[in-house]
């Protein structure tokens, strides 16, 4: 796990939740979470093609993000 890299992604993803932030976009109070959580799930896919120039759907995807997450808890012994 890259706790650095987790850091940075996760406070580029809070700016977009921020108001005085330039990057602000989405009002948490009303933001649909499933449609939140779903999205941001969809858009990791669509990065994940972009960058290795495969296909994979976003089913395809989030199984091969679980098998990674089972990989990680297994290697680092679930902390």
């Known amino acids: ?8 992604i996760h406070d580029h993803m809070t700016k977009l ?9 989405y009002d948490l109070s009303t933001t649909d979470a ?3 959580f779903t999205s941001m799930i969809q858009a ?3 990065l994940f093609n ?4 495969q296909k994979k759907t976003f089913l395809e995807y989030t199984h ?11 290697e680092n012994k679930g902390t």
């Open 1 to 8: 796990m890259n706790e650095a890299m987790i850091a940075v």
């Open 17 to 25: 939740f921020e108001p005085e932030d330039e990057c602000f976009t």
């Open 34 to 36: 499933t449609e939140l």
């Open 44 to 46: 990791e896919a669509f």
């Open 50 to 53: 972009e960058l290795t120039k």
């Open 64 to 74: 091969m993000a679980n098998q990674l997450v089972v990989q990680d808890l297994i």
